[in-house]
Each structure stands twice: as C-alpha cells, then as structure tokens.
C-alpha cells in the first residue's frame, strides 16, 4: 500500500489515532477499539479516498451509499458486545463490509444481506483477501431478515427503516438485541432486547444512516 499512498495514511500509527478519537468520544469497550484498530479501512474505500478513510466521516462507496462513519460503527458495536452474546450476529445492509469485518473480530459468526449486489461483490472479495472466513453473505432484501441462518444473538441493521419488523424481532434469540436507526425525516438509534419472549426497546440518541430500500437490484 505504502507506495501509491504514502505509509502516513494508511499505516497503523493513523489507525491509533482514530482509535484515540473515539476514546476521547466516550467510545470505553477496548475489545471494539482492538477491532477497529485491526481492520484497515482504507481497504473499504475507493482508492481516490483511502488518504481520508481514518478521519471519523461517513465516506461514499458508490451506488448512492455510504460506508459508515467510525464513531458509529464503534458505538453500534459496543452496544451490541456490552449487552449479551455475539455468538451469531446478523447484519442488514453491508455496504462496503467495514462493519461486518469489525464485527468478525469479535463475533463467532456474522451473517450479512446486502441489496446492491455490486456492493456485496466487492465486500466478498475483501473479506476473502482479509481472510475473514467467519461472514456469511447473501444478495437480497434484508426486509426479511434470514430465517435459514437464524435465530441471532444480535442483528445489527445499518440502513435506516420506517419501523423495526416483526420478522427482525422474530429472529431474534432469547436475550437476542437489534440495534437499528429508525426514522425516515429524523431517525434515531433503537435497541430493542429480547427477554423472556418480551421484547424491549429504548431510543438512543439522533443518527443519519441512508435508507433501507425495498427489493435487490444486480
Ligand atoms: N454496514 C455498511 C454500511 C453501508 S450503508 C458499511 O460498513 O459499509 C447501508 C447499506 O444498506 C447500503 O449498502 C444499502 O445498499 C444497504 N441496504 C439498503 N436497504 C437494504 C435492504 N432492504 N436490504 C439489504 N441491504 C440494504
């Protein structure tokens, strides 16, 4: 890497220094900073960004998406470690596969949907050269989850929804969470808990994911 870009960007140092950052943003669960110090996410972006891929910024992948900010992606994946198993993880939306190789640090298992087949293509090939073999994917609408590979420990949903469905919820284990951004003009975080075949929910702060979209295009 350090040829094209300059070792500065990418190396290990500027990671830690993203790391320090969300430290400093009240980020404190040390395995997820580990994780996010473990995976490069200059990998996650086009080439003509990765000299901006450790500033704490939500950058474009194409297709009208967006690879989440990290400060998200740490707060989504603490949430999630702090309150229970990881032993198997669902992820709706996977964009550019970021979340799902932070999560594959720290999860037995991680499942993950992704709409945009084009995007999924590209997310396989990192995790294959990353050597993530614990991610499962699969193109298709994740509005229904995956009942086969299910029930989950945790789903994490990284596209914003007008509501939580049931069928999330269903696939869900006992003491199973779901963190989701809902809303459609302002949206904000949920985490949802299933206990005793209740199921709670508590509203987080504010967040601005892009859309859960109807449908799987090519
Ligand atoms: N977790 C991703 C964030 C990607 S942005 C990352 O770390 O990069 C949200 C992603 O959700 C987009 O790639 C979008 O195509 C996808 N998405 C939107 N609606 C969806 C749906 N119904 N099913 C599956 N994926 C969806």
Redesign the pocket.
Same mark, same amino acid.
């Not at 998406?65 to 989440?68: A, E, N, P, V």
């Not at 298709?140 to 509005?143: A, L, M, Q, Y």
């Given at each position: 890497m350090s040829g094209v870009l300059g070792a500065g960007m990418t190396s290990q140092r500027t990671r830690t220094r993203l790391i320090e950052r969300l430290r400093a943003q009240g980020i404190a669960d040390e395995p997820t900073l580990q994780a996010i110090g473990a995976v490069p996410r200059h990998l996650?972006v086009d080439e003509a960004l990765a000299s901006r891929a450790y500033e704490d910024t939500a950058l474009p992948?194409g297709?009208g998406?967006?690879?989440?900010q990290p400060y998200i992606?740490a707060r989504m994946t603490a949430l999630l470690r702090q309150t229970g198993s990881l032993a198997k993880v669902l992820?709706?939306?996977? #964009? *550019?596969?970021?979340?799902?190789a932070v999560l594959a640090h720290l999860a037995g298992h991680i499942y993950t949907?992704?709409?945009?087949g084009a995007?999924l293509r590209v997310a396989r090939k990192r995790f294959a050269s990353l050597n993530l073999q614990n991610i499962h994917c699969r193109h298709?609408? #994740? *509005?229904s989850g995956w009942a086969e590979a299910g029930p989950f420990d945790a789903i994490i949903v990284?596209?914003a929804a007008r509501e939580v469905p049931e069928v999330w919820l269903g696939q869900l284990r006992e003491n199973g969470r779901l963190v989701a951004p809902v809303g459609i003009a302002s949206q904000a975080l949920l985490l949802y808990r299933r206990h005793g075949g209740e199921i709670s929910c508590e509203e987080l702060e504010g967040v601005n994911?892009?859309?859960?979209?109807?449908g799987g295009v090519v």
């Open positions: 996650f992948i297709h998406q967006t690879i989440s992606v992820e709706i939306g996977t #964009g *550019s596969g970021y979340q799902a949907v992704e709409r945009v995007l298709t609408d #994740g *509005s990284t596209a994911f892009v859309p859960l979209l109807p």
